[in-house]
């Protein structure tokens, strides 16, 4: 949904009646994961996609009758052992099922909107029940939109924690993580190569480093969201440690990465890497053990960081290093 979110809210503050297409359910190879949204107006014009051009044509259709019509939700199925499905041209060996509800609540959308656009982390939850409409959001500081019962916001602080998009009970749990952040222990040349591929896939950087020479702006192609020049133990505590963040150490200087994983180790982040041999990563562990770092902590190291790929120059470690980070943050997903 993320994608047009211009356009939803351009058709909120417009008025414009118009019908949400949201897939809610895929099997095998789907052509669009589960979350994969669609606004349809009275004209037809949409905006967005369910299945990337399969089943649009069928979709619009449909939302045209719901406008035209006495009923506000409905849910569609598509697959391939489907004649309908076949003449739509869904035929990637995939089914999905989109429910499709005329806009309602707008308070509700405004305030997802405004979460979203602030990096704020919240669930939008859809009731799948056809001719009941239910829409809410769920948030770690408030609830807004159609009430929920203790069981349904319990599920929907887990389905957050997971980062996972699904059905659960007759609701649908639209996830809208918070944007990633990358804390960069280091401003060496794989530094630079990961900047710029964070900045790519979307995720805050923050960089530390405080050894001046490696830190003057000309140095980076790609600026980082936040650049610090002290040590480690001066910056982390005043940013966000949490299940959004991912950590890689690179400067090779035990007396600043020790100092870092020591504190990011303690907080529960989503993942720490750290640059250096097999050999160097045993003399880290042993230093970690020794200065009180719980073993349990320590093994949650990826050291050596990255993915096997025979990386050799800097933006071959920095892709192998992004990669992993990838792999971990969609997990669930």
């Excluded at 606004?39 to 069928?58: L, N, P, Q, R």
């Excluded at 869904?90 to 989109?98: D, F, N, P, R, T």
């Excluded at 203790?150 to 599920?155: A, C, D, F, I, R």
């Excluded at 609701?171 to 040349?189: D, E, N, Q, T």
Aim: charged share 20%; net charge negative; with cysteine.
């Amino acid at each position: 949904m993320v994608d047009i979110l211009n356009d939803l809210e351009s058709w909120l503050h417009r008025q414009v009646p118009f019908a949400l297409a949201t897939v809610i359910k895929t099997w095998r190879s789907a052509p669009r994961s589960e979350g994969a949204t669609m606004i349809i107006a009275a004209d037809g014009t949409m905006k967005g996609s369910v299945s990337g051009g399969c089943v649009e044509s069928s979709v619009v259709k449909e939302a045209q009758l719901m406008l035209q019509g006495d009923y506000q939700s409905k849910r569609l199925s598509f697959g391939v052992s489907d004649e309908d499905a076949w003449s739509v041209g869904l035929s990637c060996g995939g089914a999905i099922e989109v429910w499709l509800e005329q806009v309602s609540h707008p308070d509700v959308w405004t305030r997802l909107i405004a979460m979203v656009k602030s990096n704020q982390g919240c669930v939008l939850v859809t009731g799948l029940q056809e001719g009941k409409p239910f829409k809410a959001l769920y948030t770690m500081h408030q609830l807004l939109g159609d009430e929920m019962d203790q069981e349904l916001q319990v599920t929907c602080e887990q389905a957050y924690t997971q980062h996972k998009t699904q059905i659960s009970e007759g609701y649908f749990l639209h996830v809208f993580p918070a944007k990633s952040r990358l804390i960069i222990i280091g401003a060496a040349h794989v530094s630079l190569d990961l900047i710029r591929l964070a900045k790519m896939y979307q995720f805050e950087t923050i960089v530390i480093d405080p050894r001046g020479i490696f830190t003057q702006e000309q140095r980076f192609e790609v600026t980082p969201d936040q650049l610090f020049t002290d040590w480690p133990e001066q910056v982390l505590p005043g940013i966000k440690l949490d299940a959004d963040t991912y950590v890689v150490v690179l400067t090779h200087d035990p007396k600043i990465d020790d100092q870092a994983l020591r504190l990011v180790l303690a907080a529960g982040v989503a993942y720490v890497g750290a640059l250096g041999s097999r050999k160097t990563h045993a003399k880290r562990t042993i230093r970690l053990k020794e200065s009180g770092v719980p073993e349990e902590q320590i093994e949650q190291i990826y050291g050596p960081v990255g993915l096997d790929i025979n990386a050799r120059h800097p933006s071959e470690i920095a892709l192998s290093i992004m990669a992993q980070i990838i792999g971990i943050k969609n997990q669930y997903l």
